[in-house]
């Protein structure tokens, strides 16, 4: 479903009308950070999930790349991410806020170039396909490594970190998987390249330390369901064949949400399927999104609050 607004600087314009100049500094450089956000249908109405977490971790994104300034705050941010949802009128939706390099800084730096802001949304459901919730997906270890912490910045959703996700991802897909585990420059496990991963293996639940990885805002949600239920986390270096021979592996992700891994490398893991944890797990988090976990209530941000400002959109 596609949306009819968009959010652009300020204001909502028809989304045909979302357009950036060819000359646009982002579009030859990578020089832009986003966040993916989603919104559920929840009995208070649409509801964001982790919203301030989401913008937050944009505004780190801004500083990261080195934006000395931004002209929103994430309260700005978050009624403008809000006024989206409205205006399309949508109950559940992908957000896609986008800061990027807009004119000038064709010298490569940054301080040079004018900072545009964007927010899009969209549906966006079943990112691995309708059966993935319950059959599992099938990875494979990439050829292609995670970025090294000093090449490009792993804790900024930078656009430009993602081109490395394509290069894994695509080789996947063209080899018949559904998805590229990469591992780090040390040759650790890192994360997928749009989702983190976590591992099971006689009841504990692993994953990657924050080393090398986004720190992922649905990660971070399964450790506190995994930790409330009762299972111990454990955040440790992981190997390769630490993940073959585990009995359930998941990869957590806004877009992706809660999916197992049924195989790696031509492996079978675990049974096969989504694993048992795992779908406990994946039940806990589809009820906290919506609403239905009360002791969750305080991630959902309803956006039918009354509201001050609503910008008009352009004819
Ligand atoms: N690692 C990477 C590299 C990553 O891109 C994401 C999100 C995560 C981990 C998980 O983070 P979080 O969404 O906060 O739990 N990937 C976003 C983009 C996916 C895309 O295909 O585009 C997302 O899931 O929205």
């Known amino acids: 479903m596609e949306s009819k607004f968009t959010w652009m600087d300020g204001r909502l314009v028809p989304t045909a009308e979302a357009n950036v100049p060819f000359l646009t500094n982002a579009l030859h450089y990578g020089t832009a950070v986003?966040?993916?956000?989603?919104c559920y249908n929840t009995e208070r109405g649409p509801a964001i999930f982790r919203h301030r977490e989401h913008m937050e971790r944009l505004v780190n994104s801004?500083?990261?790349?080195g934006v000395r300034e931004l002209a929103y705050s994430v309260d700005q941010l978050m009624q403008a991410a809000r006024e989206t949802v409205r205006a399309n009128n949508f109950t559940e939706c992908y957000i896609r806020p986008l800061i990027y390099a807009a004119q000038g800084g064709f010298n490569l730096v940054i301080d040079n170039a004018t900072i545009g802001v964007g927010i899009a949304a969209w549906f966006w459901k079943d990112y691995y396909g309708p059966e993935a919730l319950a059959k599992g997906v099938r990875?494979?270890?990439?050829?292609?490594?995670?970025?090294h912490p000093n090449v490009m910045m792993t804790k900024?959703?930078?656009?430009?970190n993602y081109a490395n996700s394509f290069l894994a991802r695509t080789e996947s897909m063209?080899?018949?998987?559904d998805e590229a585990i990469m591992l780090d420059p040390t040759g650790y496990v890192a994360e997928c390249s749009g989702d983190n991963l976590f591992m099971i293996r006689g009841g504990k639940i692993y994953t990657p330390t924050r080393m090398t990885v986004l720190e992922g805002i649905t990660r971070d949600s399964l450790i506190t369901i995994a930790t409330d239920l009762?299972?111990?986390?454990?955040?440790?270096?992981l190997s390769r064949d630490q993940l073959y021979i585990a009995d359930e592996v998941f990869m957590t992700g806004t877009a992706a949400e809660v999916v197992g891994v049924r195989e790696i490398d031509f492996r079978t893991i675990g049974e096969g399927k989504t694993g048992r944890i795992t779908t406990i797990l994946q039940r806990v988090f589809h009820a906290a999104v919506r609403g239905q976990e009360p002791r969750y209530a305080?991630?959902?941000?309803?956006?039918?609050?009354?509201?001050?400002?609503i910008a008009a959109p352009a004819e």
């Open 34 to 38: 986003f966040e993916g956000i989603r």
């Open 62 to 65: 801004i500083q990261v790349l």
């Open 139 to 147: 990875v494979n270890v990439s050829s292609f490594t995670r970025h």
């Open 156 to 160: 900024a959703k930078i656009s430009g």
């Open 174 to 177: 063209r080899l018949g998987f």
């Open 230 to 237: 009762g299972y111990d986390v454990i955040e440790q270096p």
């Open 298 to 309: 305080e991630w959902l941000d309803p956006v039918n609050l009354p509201v001050t400002t």
